[in-house]
C-alpha cells in the first residue's frame, strides 16, 4: 500500500459507542493532519502532529481524541458523537509545514445515529 | 484570523471554455497559496500552487496569478474538459505554520 490510507472507509455508530480511526501513511512524512469535511463547509483542520508531538489542536470537542504513536500512524478515537458529527474524516500528511504538499486518505465516511 | 473567501461556489462553463475562480485572504502576512482539486468521492490533490515571491504560475491548462497588494489570487483553467468536473479548494498559510486556512470550495461544473 502507498501514499496515506485510512480505516474503516465507512463508520455508523450510535451515540453511545466507542470507535477508532486510524490513518497511516507511507510517505516518509514528518506530519500528519485530521481535518472534518462537511457539506458546503471549508475543511475543518482538527489536529496537527508533527513528530508525534501535537501542534494544533482547533477547539475541537473532547468527544474527538487523537493519538499519534508515531510518525506513520494517526488515530482517531470517537465517543459519545452527536448526529453533527456525521462527516467526512481526511487524514493528511506533508513532509513538514503548511507550506508543504499535503496528501490526503480517502476518508472515512462517518454517520451517528 | 486569517480567512478565506472563495467565489463562486459553483460554476459552469461550456467545454472548451475557460474557468476562473477567485480567493481572498486577510493575513497579509500569507506567502504560500495552494488548490486542491476533489473529484467526486475522492481525496482532494494538489494541482498547482503559487508562493509571494511570484505573480504567476502555469501548468499547461491551469494557472493561478497572485496580486499582494488586493490581497487576492486566482485560479485560471484554459479549454476546460470533462475530467476538469470537481470541486476546487484554495487555501492560505505562512511560513512555519502548520494550518492551512482553506476556502469554501467551488463546484465546477463542465457542459459538454
Known amino acids: 500500500e502507498t501514499g496515506v490510507t485510512q480505516t474503516p472507509r465507512h463508520l455508523v455508530m450510535g451515540m453511545t459507542n466507542k470507535k477508532s480511526l486510524k490513518c497511516e501513511q507511507h510517505?516518509?512524512?514528518?506530519?500528519m493532519y485530521w481535518y472534518k469535511q462537511s457539506a458546503k463547509k471549508p475543511l475543518e483542520l482538527m489536529f496537527v502532529?508533527?513528530?508525534?508531538?501535537?501542534?494544533e489542536n482547533n477547539s475541537v470537542p473532547s468527544r474527538f481524541s487523537p493519538e499519534c504513536p508515531n510518525s506513520s500512524h494517526l488515530f482517531l478515537h470517537l465517543h459519545t458523537l452527536q448526529p453533527e458529527d456525521s462527516a467526512l474524516y481526511l487524514c493528511?500528511?506533508?513532509?513538514?509545514?503548511?507550506?508543504?504538499?499535503?496528501?490526503f486518505g480517502p476518508g472515512t465516511r462517518l454517520t451517528v445515529l | 484570523g486569517e480567512n478565506v473567501e472563495q467565489h463562486p461556489s459553483t460554476l459552469s462553463v461550456q467545454e472548451g471554455d475557460s474557468a476562473v475562480i477567485k480567493c481572498t485572504y486577510s493575513?497579509?502576512?500569507?506567502?504560500?497559496f495552494p488548490w486542491y482539486k476533489q473529484e467526486l468521492g475522492k481525496r482532494p490533490q494538489l494541482i498547482i500552487d503559487?508562493?509571494?515571491n511570484v505573480g504567476e504560475k502555469k501548468d499547461q491548462r491551469i494557472a493561478v496569478t497572485l496580486n499582494k497588494t488586493a490581497k487576492h489570487f486566482s485560479l485560471h483553467i484554459t479549454e476546460t474538459q470533462p475530467e476538469d468536473s470537481a470541486v476546487y479548494f484554495c487555501?492560505?498559510?505562512?511560513?512555519?505554520?502548520?494550518?492551512?486556512?482553506w476556502g469554501a470550495g467551488t463546484k465546477l461544473i463542465i457542459k459538454p
Open positions: 493575513d497579509s502576512a500569507s506567502n504560500y
Open positions: 487555501a492560505a498559510t505562512k511560513d512555519s505554520n502548520y494550518q492551512l486556512i
Open positions: 493528511a500528511s506533508s513532509q513538514g509545514e503548511g507550506t508543504d504538499e499535503q496528501f
Open positions: 510517505l516518509g512524512h514528518n506530519a
Open positions: 503559487i508562493r509571494s
Open positions: 502532529y508533527s513528530l508525534e508531538e501535537r501542534v
